[in-house]
């Protein structure tokens, strides 16, 4: 299962890619929120990020007006790995490369188009393992110290 969450920056294109997935058969768990009363993206980053390492979701989306507050937020919970992205290349090798578990989104940086095309990218690219396991490793390793 999918976690989708959002802070009000991101409520409108959280609306828009919620109703891709829906539209896609895309299984998914929204954390929030659900209109554009001002919240604190932290808030929404932990929902999300704690459904993930509970095992209750696999990967997730994060949007707020950015994406960096969000991203910035996720990442501080171990085993998260969060990305920013605007465009195909970086959604494609997060994925590939770095084996980004949260894709984060800026509400205010890509239209809904763009956006739903990166879920896509992030949703179908699976993690190539190798040379690129080892460095996800010590990503492991730094979280721990």
Do not use: W
Not at 31 to 39: C, I
Not at 70 to 82: C, D, F, Y
């Amino acid at each position: 299962m999918l976690a989708i969450g959002c802070d009000h920056g991101g409520f409108k294109l959280k609306e828009d890619i919620v109703a891709h997935l829906k539209k896609n058969g895309v299984v998914f768990k929204d954390f929030g929120t659900f209109d554009e009363n001002s919240v604190d993206y932290p808030d929404i980053a932990s929902a999300v990020c704690e459904s993930i390492i509970a095992g209750e979701c696999v990967n997730g989306i994060l949007v707020c007006g950015t994406g960096i507050g969000i991203s910035i937020a996720a990442n501080k919970h171990k085993g998260i790995r969060a990305a920013v992205c605007s465009d195909e290349f970086s959604t494609k090798f997060t994925r590939l490369h770095n084996d980004a578990n949260v894709l984060c989104l800026g509400g205010r940086v890509v239209g809904p188009g763009i956006a739903c095309e990166l879920v896509d990218i992030f949703l179908n690219t699976e993690f190539e393992g190798g040379r690129h396991a080892v460095r996800v490793q010590k990503i492991h390793d730094i979280e721990n110290k």
